[in-house]
């Protein structure tokens, strides 16, 4: 059972923002042994290692579902593995990494579910480890400064695909900026997040990725 479908039957927008956590990372994906693949190894190159030059950032966040609804919030990260995802107050959830797993939190219904980052396609983004040319491939673009890789494993369809939008941008770390991503789960249902005004390398606190949880009484950071 997915994240997703545990949601199935309450409200549809508490079921699209579990679905943009809810794809599973698939295994390998080998590139074929041509020119053309041995340059989209160098760029894949570029979007690991800009990945992986993050260790902080704080961004806004747009999420989309495919009925068009959206929500809003902020998005916060610190290496290795850890990210926070508050949004608005008018949407009382919260999904948080502590570095090992992550926790999606419901204060409405006083329930939390909790799976490894591993499991998640978050991880592409939270564990520097991990490396996309394992698992992704480079999708062409109209633009040469903007980098689509997408994550998907043939053999797994029922893990859906997420595909990661990166802009060249020399402020950025890296010299990429991650912009957005795209999350399709088997049913085809998208989930689309799109991010603005990014930080980097600000003071971040590991309390920011504390929460509290609803199943207890007794209070703790959120």
Known sequence: MTILTAFLGRKPLRAALAGAMALAVPGALFLPATPAAAQNSNQLDRVVNALR???TMQADFTQTDRAGQTVSGKLTM???GRIRFEYSKDVNMLVVSNGSSLTLIDYDVQQLERWPISNSPLGALLDPKRDLKRYGKLVPTANPDVLSVEV???????YGTMTLIFVKDAKAPGGLELVSWV???AQNKRTTVRLSNQRYGMSISDRAF?????????????
Do not use: C, F, G
């Open 183 to 185: 999350a399709l789960d």
């Open 53 to 55: 030059a993050i260790t």
């Open 210 to 222: 504390r929460y509290r949880d609803p199943r207890v009484t007794t209070r703790r950071p959120r």
């Open 152 to 158: 998907k494993d043939p053999d797994k369809p029922e």
């Open 78 to 80: 610190k290496s290795p």
